[in-house]
């Protein structure tokens, strides 16, 4: 099958000349602000900034700021449906090689033009990386060559047959092989290597602090609206909130659920929501015989781990009320969850439903597995990462205690709580993920743990189950886009059954923002500054 994807044009490039065009869109900028330092955007994060080395964490907050200075061969637009990036189109020449073209004419930031060579550098970089808590080689793996046709047309084979290539490289941000071979993350944190051909230079990165950015006036769509923008990590809900409020930033991103109303209500701000592609679900460790923290009512290691036998697993599924956790804990920001995806997700399957509260039936489960007097566990969650992360463990911990499961919560800050969940510290761990499909989801989450094939990178329970990879694979392997989405809602509901995860729930994404900008709410969650707009 050949597929081909073409740019869609933008309302804002200019065509010809494009001073004329410039001159008038900064002076409409300085006409609604009063002064050109009033186009400077301040926007306040949520959570800290670990590594401004694209190819080192996939953490969001990271990428996030990677996608200013950096761009990739492919997009996706506000509602994550896969759009053209320096790629101006693609194809699948055979079911094992895929072809893309790039636009001509890309700068990066000193001036050097973007080519096939920066393309096959960046391909193979993230395989060369070591240390990484989590990194990007799953992205790239299932490339096994790359053939530079020209300048601005490249061919990458793959072993056998794989769809989501097209996907799997808009995670992948194109570097300057000029100023990053050697490359160290501290060479990109330093500003040495944050060479990019993105709507923004990098000017500085203070950790714990801020990120600063200029305007690149090269690049190859229409100019952003903000001659510079500040990057604020504000993890606290509270400070973010108060720094909105006082005039100290213009946008703050993850707004605190409690104050939704009176932001809403306010004739100074506005907001931007959307369902997030974000789902909140607990791992439980499968693998270990005698997982840490779990024990008896009397705090004594069991003999064997409860989370093996699905019977607990759907035990716990059903003491937890969904509908109670999103109107009471996220005051209607979220979505009860069954899926590893949200609706607007390729791969979603719609036929899936969450569990419906049921203690009774879950006390039953406990019992019929050899459980009935419960056990004693201990939930571990961020406290500074999603949106009510800590209430949420605590809320959950409360309504496993209904059913005789007795709960310790244990919340520190993400930095912390990332290093002590990849160190397989805990039993029953929090994530928040999102995904371009279901079937790349479930490779991460659910594949059987497997770093040389690429699965289960995030997979901390090592949850396994052959006939699950089977259709993951399948799935993945599968160019034809309706056939694989088929084979994808296959696997989600095989995932669903046999409760490799416990879904919560589908995050509402929110922005605030002064009333004289606005945006279009991301079902991906990035807070992108240059697709703020001053308001009209």
């Not at 694209?54 to 953490?59: F, G, K, S």
């Not at 096959?120 to 993230?126: I, N, V």
């Not at 990165?205 to 690049?219: C, P, S």
């Not at 999102?434 to 997979?459: C, E, H, M, Q, V």
Request: glycine share 6%; proline share 6%; with cysteine.
């Amino acid at each position: 099958m050949t597929r081909r994807i073409y740019g869609i044009l933008n309302p804002l490039v200019p065509r010809g000349n494009c001073m004329p065009f410039r001159v008038f869109f900064a002076a409409a900028i300085a006409l609604l602000f009063g002064t050109a330092s009033a186009a400077d955007l301040t926007i306040a994060l949520s959570a800290d900034i670990t590594s401004l080395d694209p190819h080192y964490v996939a953490a969001q907050p990271n990428i996030n700021i990677g996608w200013h200075v950096f761009d990739a061969l492919t997009r996706v637009d506000e509602r994550a449906r896969l759009i053209p990036g320096i790629a101006e189109s693609w194809r699948a020449v055979n079911p094992t090689t895929w072809e893309f073209k790039l636009h001509k004419g890309v700068k990066f930031h000193d001036g050097s033009e973007l080519t096939t060579e920066d393309v096959a550098f960046s391909l193979e970089r993230p395989l060369t990386i070591t240390g990484s808590p989590g990194g990007f080689a799953v992205y790239v793996r299932p490339i096994v060559a790359r053939e530079i046709v020209d300048r601005y047309t490249i061919r990458l084979k793959t072993a056998a047959p794989y769809g989501a290539l097209p996907q799997d490289l808009n995670s992948i941000l194109i570097v300057s092989k000029k100023a990053a071979s050697n490359a160290t993350p501290a060479d990109f944190d330093s500003g040495r290597a944050m060479i990019g051909s993105g709507p923004y230079k990098f000017v500085r990165f203070l950790h714990g602090d801020r990120v600063e950015l200029v305007r690149f006036d090269g690049h190859w769509e229409a100019p952003a609206a903000w001659d510079k923008v500040t990057f604020r990590v504000m993890p606290t809900d509270t400070a973010r909130t108060a720094a909105l409020l006082a005039g100290d930033v213009d946008v703050i991103e993850n707004v605190p659920t409690a104050d939704l109303a009176r932001l809403r209500g306010s004739p100074n701000f506005r907001l931007a929501q959307a369902v997030s592609w974000r789902t909140i679900f607990f791992h439980l460790d499968q693998h270990r015989t005698r997982p840490p923290l779990i024990t008896d009512k009397t705090g004594r290691p069991l003999a064997a781990n409860p989370f093996m036998d699905v019977r607990v697993r759907r035990a716990i599924s059903k003491a937890i009320n969904r509908p109670a956790l999103v109107e009471r804990v996220m005051e209607g920001a979220a979505v009860p969850a069954a899926n590893v995806v949200a609706p607007q997700i390729f791969g979603h399957n719609a036929e899936l439903k969450p569990d419906a509260y049921d203690p009774d039936g879950a006390k039953k489960l406990l019992a019929e597995a050899g459980y009935p007097d419960g056990f004693g566990l201990t939930i571990a969650a961020p406290n500074n990462r999603y949106v009510n992360d800590d209430q949420v463990a605590q809320t959950v911990a409360q309504m496993l205690a209904r059913v005789g499961i007795r709960c310790r919560v244990d919340t520190m800050p993400f930095s912390v709580y990332m290093t002590k969940a990849r160190d397989q510290q805990f039993s029953f761990a929090m994530l928040g993920w999102g995904s371009y499909s279901a079937d790349l989801a479930l490779r991460s989450l659910a594949g059987t743990f497997s770093p040389d094939k690429g699965y289960g990178a995030w997979n901390w329970g090592r949850y396994s189950n052959p006939d699950l990879d089977r259709l993951i694979g399948q799935a993945l392997g599968t160019v034809d886009e309706k056939k694989r989405a088929a084979i994808a809602r296959e696997a989600g509901a095989l995932a669903a059954r046999d409760l490799a995860i416990i879904p919560l729930y589908h995050q509402i994404a929110t922005w605030a923002m002064k009333k004289n900008i606005s945006y279009i709410a991301r079902t991906d969650e990035f807070t992108l500054a240059h697709q703020f707009r001053p308001a009209q």
